[in-house]
């Protein structure tokens, strides 16, 4: 089970990085935005 949270925390932050068609079964993860603005170094 910690493997697929991980797992999944893993991929959230992937998705963060890629076009928004292409976020699969985590479209829907609100963890994606939040990783989106720490990516971004211009949100600060």
């Known amino acids: ?3 697929k949270v991980i797992g999944d925390k ?4 992937i998705a963060a990085l890629l076009p928004s068609e292409t976020h699969g079964i985590y479209t829907d ?5 939040k990783y ?3 990516n971004n170094p211009f949100s600060h």
């Open 1 to 3: 089970e910690i493997l």
């Open 10 to 13: 893993v991929m959230c932050r």
């Open 29 to 33: 993860d609100p963890s994606i935005e």
């Open 36 to 38: 989106k603005q720490k």
